[in-house]
């Protein structure tokens, strides 16, 4: 259960966002300020998980606050709910770290959603022992670049693929003549397609010495 607090001059969104917060079954409010002193006052006085900051308040801006609530409880989230949408704003948001940027009027879907997401990561990071880069990926939303097979010369993305799914197939390496044969398509052709996966480093090859003539190339699909 994350404890949450919402600081909201206008007692009307403060309500709203209350009834809100009622549909997210481990969020539990604390209390509501109406203004910045109310809600450093609350921070010295609760341990909150969570402070849903509205960026216009009488005595300051909620912006300016964050610094504040973090040198109180340094443990301390913020979730920005405001009508500001300026992009210095945003960037500043974004640099001293909040969970979140909802612009008013917050709908329900987007206010649950929010608040949602913030508790399902708190809760992966805290029961997490061993962080490992997948987990990173995963946490920060990171999805890893594939490398480029579509818009290479004369490489054709359907034959490329066959060509995958022979050398997956051929653990002990394959020559391009023996590709063409199970591509149906010539040594000269097979080649290229090898050499392109060689180029992007997909598979590599060597060189295999036989008992008579040059030796060839032999090509093996990289294990991951």
Excluded at 1 to 28: C, G, S, T, W
Excluded at 81 to 89: F, L, P, R, T
Excluded at 112 to 141: M, P, R
Aim: negative net charge.
């Amino acid at each position: 259960m994350i404890q949450v607090y919402i600081a909201e001059d206008d007692f009307r969104v403060a309500n709203i966002h209350e009834q809100f917060l009622k549909k997210i079954p481990e969020a539990q409010l604390l209390g509501k300020a109406s203004n910045c002193q109310e809600t450093l006052n609350a921070i010295q006085e609760h341990k909150i998980d969570l402070v849903i900051l509205d960026n216009y308040m009488p005595d300051g801006l909620g912006i300016d606050l964050i610094d504040d609530i973090r040198s109180l409880s340094p443990q301390t989230d913020v979730i920005l709910v405001s009508a500001e949408n300026d992009k210095g704003y945003i960037e500043q948001a974004i640099r001293k770290g909040v969970k979140g940027i909802i612009i008013k009027p917050a709908t329900l879907e987007r206010f649950v959603s929010t608040i949602v997401k913030y508790i399902e990561n708190k809760k992966t990071l805290q029961n997490t022992h061993d962080i490992d880069q997948h987990f990173l990926d995963d946490f920060f939303g990171v999805k890893l670049v594939q490398k480029p097979t579509i818009g290479a010369k004369g490489i054709d993305p359907l034959t490329l693929e066959k060509v995958r799914d022979v050398l997956t197939g051929n653990t002990l390496g394959i020559t391009a003549e023996k590709m063409g044969e199970q591509m149906g398509a010539s040594r000269t052709t097979a080649r290229r397609y090898l050499e392109h996966l060689v180029t992007i480093e997909e598979c590599y090859a060597e060189l295999a010495y036989g008992i008579v003539g040059r030796p060839e190339r032999h090509y093996y699909m990289k294990k991951d």
